[in-house]
């Protein structure tokens, strides 16, 4: 007999794993991966798992807490991750066939992405100092000291991801693998990020911002720096961002990836670029081809900025594979160097990191959909064949019902086309009514796709159909569709979700159009602010760490003075009138949807203050009923990476409000 499947709940999220990080071994033999998951204190646990491809189960490497980012030696022999088992992320060592790890460094700070050099006797790694500090300053020794006053000398004082930098910036060193001793390679008020080692190790390819003054001038470059000290060479013009530097194996060429532009900082569409050492000039070689590179899709099980592979060479010097993002779906891209695509490994899918072998022809990738958070696989690249090397919630999966997202397309009322999902609820009945759940992503520069969304799943357990669609300012649809809502947030981006609502309601007859919510996080939560404040089509909605005022937005956000100037083409010294026509909170006095305001109380990139003004605002006019909650010592990435128990709490906030206004008034309406 059959058993009877459930709907997935908040409190899965506690049993949930999901793998990332596959770092294939020299030889192509075995794979190193990082395994994530939650532990019975609620906490999060990272640990390194070793496969060999030719057998059937894992080995676990380390035991650690937070055990990250491995990455082989050149000979094979040893591993080295990233862990915070003494305190801070350090580097630790171990042999690749078990045994004890070996602490390398003991930075004050911590350290982060470290990278082998060719021969193996040296790691260049990257550490955030302090103005007085230097890579001497040992973890453990520093003095806890309770600051009566910080003089803020900078706009870029802070960081959603580090809190309060102030003066700090990440430098780079060396470290000798044998004796542990550390060679600076960077100072100066910059922020350096490491790219890669030439291959004959004599230097390092790097991206930062070393502008007279960072905080006006924004453009990442791509330096050189001699690994023995010396002058550095810069290649790029300070005129674009750039990112993950890779050599070719023979060394005569550099790729990168970025974009360039005066105006488009979060809306330019990252291509892959090139540059020629024997020519001395770079070109962008994918200057033809419409798509953005990089693993745009969002969730909720992982955080933005997975370890990027970059551009990956072929052994010819011909061409590199590279992620990249098309219509909701990320997959793996072969590039020539003169422009020619394909497609290698795709799918309704989401590919968020790979290894390559290419000596066998082989790529391990990880990868997610609506039904797996995520897992790796082995693929052939001459003849596609896959094999699934992970299944790691296949226990819990087997008795919970998820529900298959039905793709949709449909055209905007000016022609423009777009494109969504929708998820029926579990259960689902011919026939029988169902509310429906409007779902607005972040970015706004970012995509929903075919990865896995535990929230989605969750709606959809609880009765709820669930629409969620791509409008105007999304990535996956060309470079003039990513770029369609800047200086006109709450134009057509509005518009198009509306047309998404009114194109569910016509095509699928299970909605009830007197039942339909909306929620979202980040500029999803301005949108929801908005479309509240100007329709009250929407029985109840939710907004997520949200943006409602931009001119104050403008001066407390971390990345808000040059973000507005971008994305709402305005400040406050020039035209603040445009900044507060596109203010969700300018339209509070049409409010009257029920709305659930949620946030974290140590988000730097929307901060509080904004829930703040909309929660006071809304109560003191006291038309709509208006609920807050906010989550002490919560970032931006509350839903993603957020405490474990605030994320369980906050799905269930979610749910429960929804149930009081969609489902609780209905019955009162029935009965």
């Known amino acids: 007999m059959t058993q009877e499947k459930r709907g997935i709940t908040a409190e899965d999220l506690y049993q949930m794993r999901y793998a990332s990080d596959p770092q294939l071994s020299p030889d192509g033999k075995t794979l190193a991966y990082v395994e994530n998951q939650i532990d019975e204190s609620h906490a999060y646990q990272n640990h390194l798992v070793l496969r060999r491809l030719d057998a059937d189960e894992p080995q676990p490497l380390t035991a650690g807490s937070r055990d990250t980012f491995p990455r082989w030696s050149p000979d094979g022999s040893k591993i080295s991750f990233v862990s915070n088992r003494s305190g801070k992320p350090q580097i630790w060592l171990i042999e690749a066939n078990g045994g004890e790890a070996r602490q390398l460094t003991h930075c004050k700070n911590g350290v982060s992405n470290p990278i082998w050099s060719p021969d193996g006797n040296y790691i260049v790694f990257s550490s955030l100092l302090d103005e007085g500090e230097t890579f001497a300053d040992q973890e453990g020794t520093e003095e806890k000291v309770n600051a009566k006053a910080i003089h803020v000398g900078r706009m870029k004082y802070k960081s959603d991801d580090l809190g309060f930098i102030y003066e700090k910036n990440k430098q780079l060193a060396i470290v000798h693998v044998e004796t542990g001793e550390v060679t600076p390679l960077s100072d100066g008020p910059y922020n350096h990020t490491i790219g890669s080692w030439s291959p004959d190790g004599k230097w390092l390819a790097i991206t930062a911002n070393r502008a007279e003054d960072p905080d006006f001038q924004h453009s990442i470059d791509v330096f050189l720096i001699p690994s023995e000290g010396g002058e550095w060479k810069k290649l790029t013009n300070s005129k674009g961002t750039f990112a993950y530097p890779t050599w070719s194996h023979d060394g005569k060429k550099l790729a990168y990836i970025g974009s360039e532009s005066d105006t488009q900082l979060y809306a330019a569409q990252k291509r892959i670029w090139v540059y020629d050492f024997e020519k001395g000039d770079y070109t962008c070689i994918t200057a033809d081809w419409d798509v953005q590179v990089g693993d745009s899709t969002i969730g909720d099980m992982r955080s933005p900025g997975h370890p990027n592979p970059g551009a990956v060479w072929t052994a010819d010097g011909r061409g590199m594979y590279v992620i990249a993002s098309e219509r909701g779906n990320s997959g793996i891209y072969h590039v020539t160097l003169d422009g020619q695509v394909t497609n290698v490994v795709a799918g309704n899918r989401n590919i968020y990191g790979f290894s390559l072998h290419e000596k066998d022809q082989t790529v391990v990738a990880a990868i997610s959909d609506p039904f797996t958070p995520g897992d790796l696989y082995q693929v052939g690249l001459k003849d596609g064949e896959e094999k699934r090397l992970t299944a790691l919630n296949k226990e819990l999966f087997a008795g919970i019902e998820l529900p298959v997202p039905e793709e949709m397309e449909f055209v905007a009322k000016d022609g423009w086309k777009l494109h969504g999902w ?177 946030h974290g109380e140590h988000d730097y990139r929307c901060p509080i203050e904004q829930a703040e003004q909309l929660y006071v605002t809304l109560k003191h006019q006291g038309k709509a009923p208006v609920s807050f909650v906010r989550f002490p010592g919560a970032s931006h990435e509350l839903s993603r990476s957020g405490d474990p128990r605030q994320r369980v709490l906050r799905l269930q906030y979610t749910t429960d409000w929804f149930d009081s206004y969609l489902v609780a008034h209905q019955k009162e309406k029935v009965e």
Request: include cysteine; charge should be negative.
């Open 422 to 598: 929708m998820l029926k609820p579990v259960g689902f009945e011919e026939g029988k009514k169902y509310p429906m759940v409007l779902q607005i992503h972040g970015g706004p520069h970012s995509m929903y796709g075919n990865t896995f969304f535990h929230e989605f799943q969750l709606l959809a357990a609880k009765g709820y159909a669930v629409l969620y669609t791509n409008p105007r300012g999304s990535f996956g649809y060309g470079e003039r569709f990513v770029q369609a809502c800047c200086g006109d947030y709450g134009g057509n981006d509005y518009r198009d979700l509306m047309t998404a609502v009114e194109y569910a309601c016509d095509h699928f007859d299970f909605v009830d159009e007197d039942r339909l919510g909306v929620a979202g996080g980040s500029y999803g939560g301005f949108m929801t602010n908005w479309i509240v404040g100007k329709t009250n089509r929407f029985k109840a909605g939710v907004t997520d760490r949200s943006i409602c005022n931009w001119v104050s937005f403008y001066g407390v956000s971390d990345i808000g003075y040059y973000f507005t100037a971008e994305e709402i083409q305005a400040n406050p010294f020039t035209n603040p009138e445009k900044m507060w026509q596109h203010s969700p909170i300018r339209l509070v006095e049409n409010i009257e949807t029920p709305l659930l305001i949620m």
